[in-house]
C-alpha cells in the first residue's frame, strides 16, 4: 500500500529554516515524480516544487531561492529544506506522487509567526 | 504562468442536481487538465484526470469534459457526500497551478 507521511511541521519565527520529511512507503522514491504542495489556513492549493525521477527539480516562484527539493533513496525519504521564511508560507504541506498527484500524505502544518 | 479560472466560487445546491463547474486556462493546455475534490481537513482526491479520465473508486455521477482553454466538470444527481471544495490543476507547464476552488454547498 502506498503511503506518504509528512513530518517536521512547526511553529518557526520569520527568517528562519525548517527541513519538512516525507517518509515514503509501498514504492521507492527513485521511481516516482514526487512534489510538494501547499495550502495556507482557508486559502486554495499551491504548487510548490518537483523532484523528477530521474532527478530534476524545478520550484514555484514564491519559494524560488528559499526552498530546497532533495531525496534519500536510502531512506526513501523526500525532504523540502526551507528557509528565510515568511510570514506567507504559513501553510500545511502536502507530500503527493505521480503527475498529476494521486498519492497525498495528511499533511504537516508550518506556521511562521513572531 | 498558466493562470486557471474557475467558477463560480460557490454554489449551494440541493440533492440530485446537477452542478456544473468551469475552468478556463489562460492559454492552451491540451487536455492536461485534472479535477480534485478536498472536504474538510481532508487531503485532496483525485477524481478526473486529462480532462475526461474517470477511473475505479470515483463514482460515475463525476464526469468532466473540455480541451484546450474550456474544461467543465459535472457532478449528476448530487449526494450530501459532494459537500467539498473542488479544485482544477494543469500540469501541462512549469509552475503547475491550481484554480481558485469552487465551493460546494448542500442546501
Known amino acids: 500500500e502506498v503511503q506518504l507521511v509528512e513530518s517536521g511541521g512547526t511553529l518557526i519565527q520569520p527568517g528562519g529554516s525548517l527541513r519538512l520529511s516525507c517518509l515514503a512507503s509501498?514504492?521507492?522514491?527513485?521511481?516516482?515524480?514526487l512534489t510538494w504542495v501547499r495550502q495556507a489556513p482557508g486559502k486554495g492549493l499551491e504548487w510548490v516544487s518537483v523532484f523528477y525521477a530521474g532527478g530534476g527539480t524545478y520550484y514555484a516562484d514564491s519559494v524560488k531561492g528559499r526552498f530546497t527539493i532533495s531525496r534519500d533513496t536510502s531512506k526513501n525519504i523526500l525532504y523540502l529544506q526551507m528557509s528565510s521564511l515568511r510570514l506567507e508560507d504559513t501553510a500545511v504541506y502536502y507530500c503527493t506522487r505521480d503527475s498529476p498527484p494521486f498519492y497525498w500524505g495528511r499533511g504537516t502544518l508550518v506556521t511562521v509567526s513572531s | 504562468e498558466i493562470v486557471l479560472t474557475q467558477s463560480p466560487d460557490f454554489q449551494s445546491v440541493t440533492p440530485k442536481e446537477k452542478v456544473i463547474i468551469t475552468c478556463r486556462a489562460s492559454q492552451s493546455i491540451g487536455n492536461n487538465l485534472h479535477w480534485y475534490q478536498q472536504k474538510p481537513d481532508q487531503s485532496p482526491r483525485l477524481l478526473i484526470r486529462?480532462?475526461?479520465q474517470s477511473f475505479s473508486g470515483v463514482p460515475s455521477r463525476f464526469s468532466g469534459s473540455g480541451s484546450g482553454t474550456q474544461f467543465t466538470l459535472t457532478i449528476n444527481d448530487l449526494e450530501a457526500e459532494d459537500a467539498a471544495t473542488y479544485y482544477c490543476?494543469?500540469?501541462?507547464?512549469?509552475?503547475?497551478?491550481f484554480g481558485g476552488g469552487t465551493k460546494v454547498e448542500i442546501k
Open positions: 490543476h494543469q500540469n501541462s507547464g512549469f509552475p503547475l497551478t
Open positions: 486529462y480532462a475526461s
Open positions: 509501498g514504492f521507492t522514491v527513485s521511481g516516482y515524480y
